[in-house]
C-alpha cells in the first residue's frame, strides 16, 4: 500500500488497512520480545565505560583533597572544593555558587521543596501555612518533577513547551497575577521528553520575570547539560544564574544537576547552585540534616575526571553509544509514519528522551498494544502532572537502555502499534 | 597539698589553693596546647584500619549483587538485599524490617521528622498542622537530635537519664497524658554522651508505653551497637522492635544505625528499621525522594565486611584504636578529682564519650578556661535542648580523635580547669 494521509483514506481504505495491521500486529506478538524502553536508563555497556573510575582510589591513596581535608571523616558540609569546581564547570556556573551533595539531583529538589513547605523561602511564610501553593508545569514534561509537587500538595498548570521553552507570554501572565505560584520545573537544555532547548530570548525571559511571589523559585533543573548526541549538532543554552543577577533577580533560580548520567545512575555526585544569600539560607537547614554527604565519592569522580575537557572526553563516548540508538528510532518513525499525519516526534542534539505525539486520543492505546506485544514504553500520560495528558496524545520514547538493533525492534513495533490505534480511530471503533 | 573533699576547705586553705591553681593554669597556658576533645570524630589512624575498602571494587569487579542487580544503574529504592542483612546484623533486627539508605543515619533522622511534618505518620494529622509538637528529650543528650527537633519548631521537654535509661515514671506518665508529645530521642546503648545502656526493664517499659498520640514514636538511635571498648566489658540491649511487637505496639518504634563509626564517617552507610507498616508509608515519601540510594557503596562494603563477624572482628581493632584513649582520661580523672567532690563521670564500657558532671554552675566557665589555654570541649550545654543545661554542670568529652598522649595532655589540663573553677566558685569569685 502506497503512503497516504490516513485520514484522506475511504472507510474502505481504512478497513483493509485495519485488517493488514491486525494480521501484522498479531504477528509481532507472536515473537515474544521483551524490551524496555520506559525509562532513561544507561545501558550496561555505557556503564562499563566507567570502570575505570574504581581503580582511582586503593589502600594506599592520599585521602586528602587538595585542602588537605581527610574526605573519610565528618565535616565540610557544602562538598570539597574540586567538586564544586567540577560541578560547577557542568553548570556553567563558578564554583563559589554550588552545594556538592549526594547521589542524586532529584533528592535535592525534593529537599529543596520539603524545606520551602516547612521553613518558607528565605524568610518568606512557610508554604504549609499557606491555603494554597501552585507550580507552573511546562508540558509535556519530567514525571519525577510532577510527583514531587504533587507530594506536596501543590498545584500543579500546565503550560505548553515550544521548541524555544515554555509558553513565556503564559508564564510572564501567570506569575505577575497570582502570588500563590511559588515555582516553575524547567529542565532547559535537551528537555524531558522532547529534547528542545530553551532559546536565549526564553532565557533572558525567565531571568527578568517578575512574580507577584517573593518566594517564586525557577527549579532549573540542567540535567543534560553535557549530554550531547553529536560532534556538529549541539545545543549550547545562557547560563542563567548570570541572567537572573544581570536582570536584578539574582535569588530567583536554582540550578540542579548531577552525575548520574555521566558516571553512574545513583552513585554519582550532585549539585545545587544558587545565589548566595539562597545558599546561606539552604545551609542552615542542611547543617541539622547532615555533617556531610559522602566526600570519598567526591574525591573519586574529581580524581577519575580530573577537569572539565575529562568530562566532555567522557561525554562524547557516551555520545557515541547513544547516537545510534536514537538514529535507529528516527529511522524507523521517519520510513514508516514520515507522509501518514498520523503522528509527529521530535529530533534532538542531546539529552535522553524522544518524545511523540500521537492523533488526539490514541496516546494510552498505543502504550497498551505496545505493552501486549511486550515493548515498554513510559505510561501515557505520565510526561502531565497527576499523570492527565488533555489530548491522550504524548509518549516519551527512551532509547537508552537497549542496543541499537533492540531499539530498531522495539521501535518497528511502536510504529505498528500507531498506526492500527490510529486506524482504529479512524473507523471509530 | 594532701588530696582533701573541697568544700570542707577553709577559705583560707581555698584562697592559697586558688593561688596555685591559677599559676599552675598560667603555666598550661603558656605551653599552647591545641587539642579537641568535642566531637566524636574518628582519628586519622582508625580511618586507615578500613583503608582496604578501596580494594574491593575496581575496573574488573562483577557490580552485580546476589539478586544479579546491576548496583550502577537505577533502581532498588530500598537497598541491595546483602546491605539490609548487613545493617540488620548490626542492629539484631531481621533484614526485611530494614531500608538502606544514603551515608548518613542523621538523615534519615531529619528526614522522618520532617516527613511527620509535612505527610504525618501512617495517616496522622501533618505536624506542621498542629498548634503544638513536643519531644521527650533524655538529658544529657546528643546535640545533633535536639538541633533537629528544635529546627522543625518542635517543643523539647528534658528527662532526667539515670544509669539504667530515662525515668521512665516521668516518660510513662508524660506521653499518656499529653497528645502533642510525638516522640522522644533515644541513645539506647552506650548513650551519648554517658555511655549508658538501657537495662532491659527499661527497653520493656518503652515497648509498653500507651502514649495518647496515636502517631507518637521512639527514635532508637542505635548508634553504637557494636561500638564496645573491652573484650570483657560488654553492654547488650533488648531488640525494641521485637519487644515493641511483644507488648501490642509493633509500629511505634523507628530505630537508626549507620556504620559512620564502622567504616568511615560521612561516606558509610545508613539504615532505618521499623515495622512493615511504617516502612511502607515511609516508602511513599522516599520513592518520590530518590530513584535509590548509593548501592555501589553498599555493594563495597558488603564484600569488605562479607558478615557481622567481619564487622565484629573490625570493630575489635577499633577497640584497641579506642580504649588507649579512654583509659588515659579516667587515669587522670581519677588520679585528680577522686575524693574532691567537684566532679563526677561517667566510665563506659562503650561509645563514643564520657560524660562529666562539674558543681552546679560550673560547666561555662571550665569549658572557657580549657578554650583559653587550648584545649576545645564540646560547648557546655550543647547535651540539653537549646544549649541550656539548667544546673551548668554536664560537659561531654570525646576522647576519639586525640592520641592516648594527647587525650591525657587534655586531661591534665581539664581537670586543672575544673579545680580552678570549682574553687573559684567556692570562694563566690
Not at 573519586?300 to 536514537?326: C, E, L, Q, S, T
Request: proline share 4%; charged share 25%.
Amino acid at each position: 500500500m502506497e503512503k497516504k494521509v490516513y485520514k484522506d483514506l475511504s472507510r474502505e481504505e481504512l478497513r483493509q488497512l485495519h485488517a493488514q495491521l491486525s494480521k501484522e500486529y498479531a504477528d509481532a506478538k507472536e515473537k515474544g520480545l521483551k524490551l524496555d524502553m520506559s525509562r532513561g536508563k544507561p545501558s550496561v555497556i555505557q556503564l562499563d565505560m566507567g570502570m575505570d573510575i574504581f581503580d582511582v582510589l586503593n589502600a594506599y591513596s592520599d585521602m586528602r583533597n587538595i585542602d588537605k581535608v581527610d574526605v573519610r571523616n565528618y565535616g565540610v558540609l557544602d562538598g570539597i572544593v574540586e567538586a564544586k569546581h567540577m560541578m560547577a564547570d557542568i553548570m556553567g556556573v563558578s564554583a563559589d555558587h554550588v552545594i556538592v551533595c549526594g547521589n542524586a539531583s532529584l533528592t535535592i529538589m525534593y529537599d529543596t521543596v520539603s524545606r520551602s513547605m516547612t521553613h518558607g523561602v528565605m524568610g518568606s511564610t512557610p508554604w504549609c501555612k499557606l491555603d494554597r501553593v501552585k507550580f507552573l508545569c511546562p508540558v509535556p514534561g519530567y514525571d519525577r518533577h510532577f510527583a514531587i509537587t504533587e507530594h506536596f500538595g501543590i498545584e500543579m498548570i500546565n503550560v505548553p513547551m515550544t521548541p524555544q521553552g515554555p509558553d513565556m507570554d503564559m508564564v510572564e501572565k501567570l506569575v505577575a497575577e497570582d502570588e500563590s505560584i511559588k515555582g516553575i520545573w524547567c529542565v532547559p537544555k535537551y528537555s524531558n521528553p522532547q529534547g528542545y532547548s530553551y532559546s536565549d530570548e526564553t532565557v533572558r525571559r525567565f531571568a527578568a520575570l517578575k512574580p507577584a511571589a517573593k518566594d517564586f523559585r525557577i527549579f532549573w533543573d540542567n540535567a543534560y547539560s553535557v549530554h550531547h548526541l553529536y560532534e556538529d549538532r549541539q545545543d549550547e543554552i545562557l547560563e542563567i544564574l548570570t541572567e537572573c543577577e544581570k536582570a536584578g533577580n539574582p535569588d530567583m533560580v536554582y540550578e540542579f544537576a548531577s552525575t548520574s548520567k555521566i558516571s553512574f545512575s545513583g552513585a554519582g555526585v550532585a549539585a545545587i547552585a544558587a545565589s548566595r544569600d539562597n545558599l546561606d539560607f539552604i545551609k542552615k537547614s542542611m547543617t541539622i540534616q547532615t555533617i556531610g554527604y559522602d566526600k570519598i565519592n567526591q574525591l573519586r569522580h574529581v580524581r577519575y575526571f580530573k577537569n572539565f575537557d575529562g568530562i566532555k572526553a567522557h561525554m562524547r563516548r557516551h555520545a557515541n553509544i547513544m547516537r545510534p540508538k536514537f538514529e535507529a528510532v528516527q529511522q524507523v518513525l521517519e520510513r514508516e509514519l514520515d507522509g501518514l499525519q498520523i503522528g509527529s516526534w521530535t529530533n534532538p542534539n542531546g539529552g535522553y528522551f524522544i518524545s511523540f505525539d500521537a492523533m488526539e486520543g490514541c496516546a494510552k492505546a498505543i502504550v497498551a498494544k505496545c505493552k501486549e506485544a511486550g515493548v515498554t514504553l513510559t505510561g501515557a500520560g505520565a510526561t502531565f502532572p497527576y499523570g492527565k495528558d488533555p489530548m491522550d496524545s504524548n509518549i516519551r520514547i527512551a532509547p537508552s537502555f537497549p542496543t541499537p538493533e533492540e531499539m530498531a525492534q522495539a521501535t518497528d513495533l511502536f510504529v505498528l502499534c500507531v498506526k492500527l490505534v490510529s486506524v482504529e480511530k479512524l473507523l471509530g471503533m
